[in-house]
Each structure stands twice: as structure tokens, then as C-alpha cells.
């Protein structure tokens, strides 16, 4: 299971309308242990939107009454969006800004991660791109989205198998392994802006499970052309590629720690595939103490807050979705039913995307790790087998 799980996959909408019509609809958010209602108001597709946004938030909910606040969305222009917020009786604004985007839809996400900070005080993460894997033609390509699935942009059409795209921290490029040019894996980096694709490595052997380092500066990278699977270290142009494991084990899913002086991988040299941390530069290799499954593998982490790692746990005869936290020491699973794997954390350090598998069906769905709010779909039907997706905050 380990070698088939990590060998292979190892690295692994609408149009806005200045419509003058309104759309009301109520949200409710709990902070602090206060539940607190929030109206959103303004045109029908902005409204919608925002709705759409706000339900994936573990701090929110729908209520029919009792609003403190009232965020108000409106166009304002080309690529940009109004945000007012009121609050009291009789309403007194908080807030009134224009907000800018790359289109109507993106600023309006920024608008209600505005919305967000200005409520909770923590960062909000609508305004995320994805890149992420669908099947939708037939076979696994690369795609990009933005966080709900709008202004999807199909990045290959190699009609091959590709594996784990991830973005680079500007999100101007991205990495990710593909069969389409020799039938092996190789590690490939797109600019899926101009559709311009350079070879990254393209060794004997198994080439994946690539990701740039916070600076964009390095990749790590999983190798075997030294006859056994490493985690190797190079340049982000592909030069000077250092080994920095050495063992008979297999090597998988490196991860880079948020300041990109550590890495955390997945191991089997212990007997099972567990979590592992050494220095980026190489040296010994540390297990992370999960202790809450025989099988800890896929990590990531956060950068919002470098405490927290998610991982996939194998639970039952399923894997799920968990996190360890470094401060305490403690394991927590976050996903239940069917199978739970690939996680991401998105920008907030609050919310994970991960692809739920059941069936024949592949999807990506949002889960809120501080809150028991059942986690909620994103991806459309319409794109098929979805998974694999990486999140960056735009």
C-alpha cells in the first residue's frame, strides 16, 4: 500500500452583474464564544457569492435573524467591489472601502476576506487560487481555479498522466510530475499564464513529490536515480541537486517548514510509513510523535501557523484527514467516513482542503479543524474526478 500510495502519487462563475436588484442573506459567526449574526446584502450574484464564501467558514452559519452586522457588496467598478459594513440600531458603519481585484469575482473574494479580518481579527482565505488534478477529459491534467471553482483554467492537455501540481509561494508557476514525454515520472515547472513548461529533473527512475521552498529559491524533491528513493535539494532552475537522506527506506511527500529551514517528509524506516523532520540541509532525521496511527503520511504544513501540521492517518480500513500540534504534543483526527486524504491548509491556519474519496467519486471539500462543522464540498460535478489540490492565498 505504501509504495503504490507514495511510489506513484508520492508527491503523491459566474458573471458579476451590476444589477440594481438586492439580495439578502443572513450568516451568522461565532468568536469568542459569542454568536454573532451577519446580513449579507447587495447585488444577487455578489450576495450569492459571498453566501457561497462565508458557508465553507467554520465561524459562520446561516440564521434567519438577529443580525449584528450587515455587509453590504456592491460593484464599483471594473475589478472592483464596495464593501460596507453596519452594525447597531440604528445602523452605524464600520467600514466602507472599495475594494480592487483581477476581476469582479476576485474582489469580491477579497471584499469578504475584508469582511472576515474586520470581524474575527483573523485572516480570511476566499481569495485563494488552486491548482489541483481532474479527470474530466479522460485522463489526470493540470488545472488551476480560483478557491470555488470559478475561472478554471485547463493548464495541460498531455492526455498523460500528471501528479501533485504545487504551486511556487508567487504563484507564477507550477511544479508537478508527469508521464506525458518519456512514460516515466518526471518533475516538470509550468507557467500557466503563457503555457510555457521547463524539465525540471528527468532522471532514471522515479522523479516526484517536487515543492519550491517559502522563497521560491529551492525544491525539494523525490528521487531514485541513486537506485533507491531519497529526498533530494536543488536550485528552483534544477542545478546542484544534493541528497539529504541516506537510507534503505522509502523517502516520500517532503514538505518545507514555514521559515524553509526544515523539512518534514514521510518514512517507512521504521516499519511503517511515519512523519520525519530534519534540517533542509541535510543531516539527521527526527520522528514526529503523532501517536495516533500506525500509517502518518501526505503532511503539511502550516505557515499561518507553524505549530500546526496536517497529515494523512490511516483509521479503520480508511485513511482520514489529521493534525498534530508541536506546542502540545497532540494528535487530533478531523475527517470522518469514506477516505480522507491530501490535505492543504489554507491561509487562515484554521481550514484544510483535502480530496474525499467514496466510491468512484473524487472531490475536494474545505473542513474547519476548531469547530465540528461538517465540511463542505467545493468542487463541481461538472469537473469530474477532482484531487490533489494546493492552495495559495492571492
Known amino acids: 500500500m505504501f509504495r503504490i500510495l507514495f511510489s506513484l502519487v508520492f508527491a503523491g462563475v459566474m458573471a458579476v452583474s451590476a444589477a440594481a436588484q438586492t439580495k439578502e442573506l443572513t450568516v451568522e459567526v461565532k468568536a469568542d464564544l459569542k454568536t454573532k449574526a451577519v446580513r449579507i446584502t447587495g447585488s444577487p450574484e455578489l450576495a450569492g457569492l459571498a453566501t457561497t464564501a462565508f458557508k465553507t467558514h467554520g465561524a459562520f452559519r ?31 458603519s464600520v467600514l466602507n472601502q472599495v475594494v480592487n481585484g483581477t476581476s469582479t469575482r476576485n474582489a469580491l473574494f477579497r471584499a469578504a476576506d475584508l469582511a472576515v479580518q474586520q470581524i474575527t481579527k483573523q485572516p480570511g482565505y476566499f481569495a485563494g487560487r488552486l491548482t489541483f488534478i481532474s479527470e474530466r477529459t479522460g485522463h489526470r491534467e493540470v488545472y488551476t481555479s480560483d478557491l470555488f471553482f470559478g475561472e478554471v483554467l485547463q493548464v495541460t492537455h498531455d492526455k498523460a498522466q ?6 511556487s509561494p508567487d504563484g507564477s508557476r507550477i511544479i508537478y510530475t508527469s508521464f506525458f514525454r518519456s512514460g ?83 518514512s517507512d524506516r521504521g516499519g511503517r510509513p511515519a512523519l520525519f523532520t530534519m534540517a533542509a540541509s541535510g543531516g539527521g532525521a527526527t520522528r514526529l510523535p503523532t501517536n495516533i496511527s500506525g500509517y502518518c503520511a501526505e503532511p503539511d504544513w502550516s505557515r499561518a501557523k507553524p505549530n500546526m501540521i496536517a497529515f494523512t492517518a490511516a483509521v479503520g480500513s480508511g485513511f482520514q484527514i489529521a493534525i498534530y500540534d508541536s506546542s502540545t504534543r ?17 491561509a487562515d491556519g484554521r481550514h484544510i482542503l483535502y480530496t474525499s474519496r467514496s466510491a468512484n467519486v473524487r472531490q475536494i471539500k474545505i473542513v474547519d479543524t476548531e469547530s465540528p462543522k461538517a465540511p463542505v464540498t467545493i468542487s463541481p460535478s461538472a469537473l469530474g474526478q477532482v484531487s490533489q489540490a494546493n492552495y495559495i492565498k492571492r
Request: with cysteine; net charge positive.
Open 162 to 167: 500528471a501528479l501533485s501540481p504545487r504551486w
Open 62 to 92: 446561516l440564521a434567519p435573524t438577529g443580525a449584528s452586522f450587515t455587509l453590504n457588496f456592491t460593484p464599483a467598478g471594473a475589478n472592483q467591489v464596495r464593501l460596507e459594513i453596519t452594525t447597531g440600531t440604528p445602523a452605524r
Open 184 to 266: 516515466s515520472p518526471d518533475i516538470y515547472i509550468m507557467n500557466p499564464g503563457t503555457g510555457q513548461r521547463t524539465t525540471f529533473a528527468s532522471f532514471k527512475g522515479t522523479n516526484g513529490g517536487a515543492r519550491f521552498s517559502p522563497d521560491g529559491g529551492r525544491v525539494a524533491a523525490v528521487l531514485s536515480a541513486g537506485g533507491n528513493q531519497e529526498i533530494f535539494v536543488a536550485s528552483a532552475s534544477g542545478q546542484g541537486f544534493r541528497r539529504i537522506t541516506n537510507s534503505p527506506s522509502i523517502e516520500a511527500s517532503p514538505v518545507w517548514s514555514p521559515d524553509g529551514s526544515r523539512l518534514l517528509f514521510t
Open 330 to 346: 497532540q494528535s487530533q483526527i478531523i475527517t470522518k467516513g469514506g477516505d480522507s486524504v491530501e490535505a492543504c491548509w489554507l
